[in-house]
């Protein structure tokens, strides 16, 4: 156990990501309310931004714009070490962007399920195709 | 117009033609056909060309986007292998969408150029996801072939609301299990394209490391789901039961499809022959888990009376041959998957044509609708009965020879259970092909024999010629079985198998 500790600690933004994508995942699964799975599936699906997100970033880096280009410390954040990998967050531009679609399919498809159906239980859903 | 661009224009031009089909389809229906075929036509010859260059050089074509040289920039790779998927998807889809007008004028008249505009959009994502060389590229493009997916397939009959919403949420899970084992990837070799990650990935170290073995298992999950690999097959039947004619016969035999050529790229153009058969010692177990999906599918497909149905869980069973034939890890296995994917899609697609025919013009979907069809529809009930024993595997038709070297693999790894299951599979189909023939011929026989003789009413023309092209292309392509396999199948196995 005192070696497990410092080994959550060091890679906590990990262990987060890996948390929430359970908790999405099981949602998903588990729920009955089709509008909680979509938000299950919304967690989800965060849960791998930020995990992208968070493997870009280094300890006391800054952001990957050029500071100071010209002046006395011309050097600031040109040393890849200086600054935080812009390409997992430029990915997840492009995920998140993905997300908010797909919610937004899911919402559409929920509302009309909505229509026909008159409930978004899924136990109640199956129980009026079934009739 | 140079030779050179080719490559490109197979997505472009659809791409482009969504967005003229959104701006000026609305006016006349017409129109946004016409932009269709024109889209479709334009997106097949350049695939054609391409298969063709390929296979005068034997060299794959690297196109690089804007220019930019990977690993920086992205880039489309065009070997034989998915030279020949691209010619296969921009096709069917050209088949397709000539077969289209018809039923999408009877099940979605009011907005049939939005429709045509997500057909679009559909085929540029699967088109793409074959073309790249690029794992993030390939994540965004089976999100856009999945988002115009579950568009065309809500806009189904009875509850296809419901299966859709099912098929978001586990197409959601496939994906993003897909991204977040890129994601390790990365986190190993800080690259994405694929040919430099398959450099990187064949040192000593990576070869033993826990995180790609992960990041491949992960992959490997989500692409299962997505090519409905039993026993993450749970969304298919309904999603695609419940859809239009049109979606169906797109999304059916394509779908799966590309999925399996995605897994063959990944399994030897990221990782390789040594890590995929050798570090991870599972793939006995794999061939064992297709072994049951193919004869759960082929049962399920039989316990069905409902026309589409029943094709849906064959195609269960077809995806257990090919996930099956790609880990025998054999030369046979892996050219009989390849050709699987050619065959295979165009079955589906002849059968899934002649159902929707049947259903088009009868009206209703259960084995009802087979009765005295013969005499009804003789050249739907043509194609038929050739696409179902291209299913069986009669020959000449070209199911027969892939599923040939599907048992050849499996006999010469000593995989048995497979070759059962194959042997299994292809018994169930004939009881299940020939039991539809004797109905469509002879109608109901305990019924009324002596009523009055049905009259021959025969689909229109447009939705006649594709089908009995793509019947003909089974055909065709099974009597010339030994050149394709020649010039373009025993170029996609890898070295060292």
Known sequence: MADFLPYIVAKYNYWAALVLLLIGLYGMIAKNNLLKKVIAMSIFQSAIILFYVSMGDKKGSTIPILLHGHGEHGALAIDPSQYANPLPHVLMLTAIVVGVSTLGVALAVLQKIHRVHGT???????ESIEE | MTAAQFPILILIIPLLAAFAISLFGGRRDKLAYGLLLAAMSGSFYAALQTLLLVLETNIPIHYRLGGWA???????????LNAMVLCLVSGCALLTAIYSLPTVRAEIPDRIHHYYTLYCLLVTGLAGMVATGDAFNL????EISALSSYAMLARGRGNAYYATFKYIIMGTIGACFYLLGVGYLYIKTGTLNMADLFRLLAEEEMQQSITIRIGFILIMIGIWIKMAFFPLHGWLPNAYTRASTTTSCLIAPLMTKVS???MLRLMFSVFSVEFVYGVIPWHEQIVWLASLAIVAGSISALAQRNLKKMLTYIIVAEVGYMVGGAWLANESGLAGTVYHILSD????????M?????IHKTGKSSFAAMEGIFRKMPVTSAVFV??????IGIPPTCGFFSKWYLIRGGIETGQWLFVGALLFSSLINAIIFFRLIERAYFGDLSGHGHGPLPERDEAPAVMLVPMVVTAAALVIIGLYTSEIIGRIVLWTIPAGL
């Open chain 2, 260 to 262: 399996v050529y995605i």
């Open chain 1, 120 to 126: 978004i239980e899924e136990d109640e859903i199956l």
């Open chain 2, 354 to 358: 002649a159902v929707g025919a049947i």
């Open chain 2, 386 to 391: 050739l696409g179902g024993f291209a299913i």
């Open chain 2, 345 to 352: 899609a165009l079955m589906t697609l002849a059968l899934f």
């Open chain 2, 70 to 80: 990977p690993p920086y920039g992205i880039e489309l790779v065009i070997d034989h």
């Open chain 2, 139 to 142: 994540y965004v493009l089976l």
